[in-house]
């Protein structure tokens, strides 16, 4: 087992425990479903951050808008800067702005994906988002 692989295990333990206004589903009870993870800390605002956020809201919209609707994709935005989001950072060992594919146990990390292309290439971030999403959701929801 590598590190990175209990390293999102833990992630997902962690977000499936406590008590959040900004987490409405267990993500452990919803593990069927393509989850997406926004990390983001309200205390150092990013640019690219926002811009990673506000992209995969669109593509969302835009694409998987019935999806989202029927709960077989989740998104979450988690602001490291809230006492839940600490306590997920703390258990995670989470640091700064990232997002975070998951179902099942496979998970995508496109934090470096964000970094590179969210704001130079924005297109090429959706269309790699878009390709990640389709590869976790089950062939018979693929839009």
Avoid: W
Wanted: glycine share 6%.
């Amino acid at each position: 087992m590598s590190i990175s692989f209990l390293y999102y295990v833990l992630m997902l333990f962690a977000l499936s425990s406590g008590n959040s206004t900004e987490i409405h589903k267990n993500p452990l009870k919803n593990m069927g479903s393509v989850q997406i993870y926004y990390f983001y800390d309200s205390r150092l605002p990013s640019s690219v951050g926002e811009t990673m956020n506000g992209l995969t809201q669109d593509l969302l919209n835009k694409h998987y808008s019935d999806l989202v609707e029927s709960g077989d994709i989740i998104y979450y935005q988690i602001d490291l800067a809230s006492q839940v989001g600490q306590q997920v950072a703390q258990k995670c060992n989470i640091t700064m702005t990232g997002l975070v594919i998951a179902r099942h146990l496979k998970v995508v990390n496109l934090t470096q994906n964000g970094y590179a292309y969210a704001k130079a290439e924005p297109l090429t971030f959706q269309q790699n988002l878009a390709f990640h999403i389709n590869r976790l959701l089950p062939s018979s929801k693929r839009p």
